[in-house]
């Protein structure tokens, strides 16, 4: 009994030793998982959001709301007092990315990047002559109202129009231009469509462009835009560097529309002339007049159809004419060969 006692004792210690080891080893793992996820914690990646314009990257800001935050401060900022839809020339694209030492900027930091290199366009509607592009206005009924102005010069107060059209093909369609290119008064808009030349506007300087394409943008030439920015030459008289955001003045001539008019007028006060009553006489030699009485004109009033284009007429028809005050005929004696005796 007692050497199985011992044996049961010993057993019993080998258990309690084994639980102590085992327990031992748990903590030791624990410990060991503990420290790799520490390790892991601190070497976490990090991830922001890259702002990329026109596919490259520009600059990392914190999160999409910052983003998007930032993008819409920056699209107002330029809007200024443009009350019309507007959007970025470039493509805007933000991706949620990792970062490892990329510096991740405030949306101050990172407006200080972007603002050169946006630009912005805004929704309008353009003019067309024959499919070119020739005036552009904030909205339709502004240019219905240009177009509008261009005929109503064709016609003075109390003439009838019968039929005004252009003859050119003239459409309005949505667009987006430039906020430079975007014309706001209807009667200069009007003005560029009747004369063909536009108002001198201002040209703000994008990073990368040099005079030569500032002017081919506009459809002049060199020299012309020097004449409108004669400060483009240093006084050695070579070209200067251009600064991004200056304002050149540029211009360029369109097409000129025409405007078709067939409309009726009364013309007042025309004067006319009654046939002459003749008095044939053997007194005067065979041939010769003499006026015995000089006649007075006339005056008549007289409605007229009228075919124009722009200011030259292309045709005109007699409608009716009414007298409004009688023509006296001027009295003739015509001297004819006597009768032979017979």
């Known amino acids: 009994m007692d050497n199985q006692e011992r044996e049961q004792r010993r057993i019993r210690r080998m258990r309690r030793q084994l639980r102590v080891t085992a327990l031992a080893l748990a903590l030791?793992?624990?410990?060991?998982?503990?420290?790799?996820?520490?390790?892991?914690?601190?070497?976490?990646?990090?991830y922001a959001r890259a702002i990329m314009i026109n596919d490259r990257i520009v600059c990392y800001v914190k999160n999409v709301q910052a983003a998007e935050q930032l993008q819409q401060e920056l699209l107002e900022e330029k809007r200024a007092n443009l009350t019309n839809d507007v959007h970025f020339q470039e493509n805007w694209k933000d991706l949620r990315v990792s970062v490892e030492h990329?510096?991740?900027?405030?949306?101050?930091?990172?407006?200080?990047?972007?603002?050169?290199?946006?630009?912005?366009?805004?929704?309008?509607?353009?003019?067309?002559?024959?499919?070119?592009?020739?005036?552009?206005?904030?909205?339709?009924?502004?240019?219905?109202?240009?177009?509008?102005?261009?005929?109503?010069?064709?016609?003075?107060?109390?003439?009838?129009?019968?039929?005004?059209?252009?003859?050119?093909?003239?459409?309005?369609?949505?667009?987006?231009?430039?906020?430079?290119?975007?014309q706001t008064d209807i009667h200069a808009a009007a003005e560029t469509l009747s004369t063909g030349q536009r108002a001198t506007a201002p040209h703000k300087v994008r990073s990368g462009e040099c005079p030569s394409e500032i002017a081919g943008k506009y459809g002049m030439s060199l020299k012309q835009l020097l004449a409108l920015n004669p400060n483009l030459r240093r006084?050695?008289?070579?070209?200067?560097?251009?600064?991004?955001?200056?304002?050149?003045?540029?211009?360029?001539?369109?097409?000129?529309?025409?405007?078709r008019t067939v409309k009726e007028v009364t013309q007042t006060a025309v004067p006319y002339s009654a046939k002459p009553q003749v008095q044939e006489t053997t007194l005067l030699p065979p041939g010769k007049e003499e006026v015995t009485v000089p006649g007075v004109p006339g005056e008549q009033s007289v409605r007229l159809r009228l075919e124009l284009e722009n200011d030259q007429e292309i045709s005109r028809e007699r409608l009716e004419a009414l007298v409004t005050k009688p023509a006296i005929p001027a009295r003739i004696r015509r001297g004819v060969a006597r009768s032979p005796s017979p």
């Open 28 to 46: 030791s793992l624990l410990f060991n998982a503990v420290c790799v996820v520490a390790m892991l914690l601190a070497r976490r990646t990090r």
């Open 102 to 182: 990329e510096p991740v900027l405030t949306k101050a930091q990172a407006a200080e990047v972007l603002r050169p290199l946006l630009h912005i366009l805004v929704s309008c509607y353009a003019i067309s002559v024959d499919g070119e592009d020739v005036v552009y206005v904030a909205t339709e009924d502004a240019a219905k109202a240009a177009l509008d102005l261009v005929k109503t010069q064709y016609v003075a107060p109390g003439e009838e129009v019968i039929k005004q059209e252009f003859k050119e093909n003239v459409e309005i369609r949505p667009t987006s231009v430039p906020p430079e290119d975007l």
């Open 235 to 259: 006084a050695d008289g070579k070209l200067r560097d251009l600064v991004v955001g200056e304002e050149l003045s540029v211009t360029r001539p369109t097409r000129r529309l025409t405007v």
